[in-house]
Nanobody, 120 residues
Framework: QVQLVESGGGLVQPGGSLRLSCAAS????????RTWYREAPGKERELVAT????????NYADSVKGRFTISRDNAKTTVYLQMNSLEPEDTAMYFC?????????????WGQGTQVTVSS
């Protein structure tokens, strides 16, 4: 059974930090690019950070550059999002995604999300 399970969300004050985790199971996740997305109330889902499967190169939304860091474990099964200097604008549901394209077929898996609330 394919599963992506996020954890680590919660309530934090502005300027604080959180570390999100996304554990994958049930498929060969090491061959997938892994991405964190977020969705705030009334807004579209947006890409936060990506780490590619082979090279491990990373990419970030401009709004989180210098504050967030995406990483993964050696087995490439768990992906992390270290979030520092959090701002109220970071409040959203954060989703983990695993994606790859082989030939013309796309493989696209999502977790259920973890809520991050930044408020004093």
């Amino acid at each position: 059974q394919v599963q992506l399970v996020e954890s680590g969300g919660g309530l934090v004050q502005p300027g604080g930090s959180l570390r999100l985790s996304c554990a994958a199971s049930g498929f060969a996740v090491s061959t997938y690019d892994r991405t964190w997305y977020r969705e705030a109330p009334g807004k579209e889902r947006e890409l936060v950070a990506t780490i590619t499967s082979i090279s491990g190169s990373t990419n970030y939304a401009d709004s989180v550059k210098g504050r967030f860091t995406i990483s993964r474990d050696n087995a490439k099964t768990t992906v992390y999002l270290q979030m520092n200097s959090l701002e109220p604008e970071d409040t959203a549901m954060y989703f983990c995604n695993a994606y790859k394209k082989v030939g013309g077929r796309k493989y696209d898996y999502w977790g259920q999300g973890t809520q991050v609330t930044v408020s004093s």
